[in-house]
């Protein structure tokens, strides 16, 4: 049975004009020239030290024409995305469309105007005025979904606080381009790969509990007979009693490593991810 879910947490913005595509190229850690017409990607905005400041899907109709899924919980983003669009032609709208996430078999009768697969088993739809479906899902299930899959989101919580490899960035989809040139934060970027000066990543892990930990809020880790805090919360959900997290950690961890939930000693064991951070 297919799930249909109103992914209300989602700003879709369009950004349009002649210089759409340059304008964006400059900005953006993927290789927006080279992203396909009808493709999408996760991508990142980073502030000139590298750390980003947003994390959205960009989907590209044309050279002059994309769409943006962006979370709403971010503070500003949009303002940040347009800060030098005054010396391009290019225009940032918010679109008051329909946006479904669908978990299961895709249904004929469906006609919306954008669909996306974003993995085996999960597509987003898009449609400038409502699709005849029932949503019979909640936002907790898609998050569980992009959670388990290894997607990242950045929060309020998280914001300007990692480089895009923390976040596996560098493994998923088109995300980043260490090819494209320059867009702000390149240098940091590029640093973290070529130099390995990235000693960070994330983590799926997952325990039964009814608790729901904060973004931003560590787990332990034991060292011997003691346990000490270690890393950042990033991603939380608890959906029928199982607590589902991504945390960005040291890169090193050593196989068989203890972790646990501070709030009640929760044992948390980590996932394998469907792609290898070790690039």
Known sequence: MATFISLNQY??????????????????????????????????????????????RLIKLSSEQFLILMP??????????????????????????QIVGLIGEKCG?????IILDIDENRTILINPTPLDVTFNGDEKQWLCADIQSGLPSLSAETQNEFIPQALNLQAIEQAISFTKGCYIGQETVARAKYRGANKRGMYVLSGETAVTPKIGSEIEMQLETAWRKT????????????????????????????????????????KSLPYSINN
């Open 11 to 56: 700003d879709l913005v369009e950004v349009a004009g002649l210089d759409a595509e340059k304008y964006l190229q400059g900005q953006l850690t993927c290789d927006v020239v080279h992203l396909a017409a009808g493709a999408s990607t996760l991508t990142a905005h980073c502030d000139p030290k590298g750390k980003m400041n947003s994390l959205f």
């Open 109 to 113: 009768r469906i006609q919306a105007q």
């Open 231 to 270: 890393g950042s919360i990033v991603s939380a959900v608890n959906f029928d009693g199982v607590l589902w997290l991504q945390v960005v950690m040291n890169n090193d961890l050593e196989e068989g490593t203890h972790f646990r939930l501070p709030e009640d000693g929760t044992v948390l064991k980590i």
């Open 72 to 97: 709403k919980n971010l503070f500003t983003p949009l303002e940040h995305l347009k800060k030098y669009a005054v010396f391009s032609k290019v225009t940032f709208q918010v679109l008051d469309w």
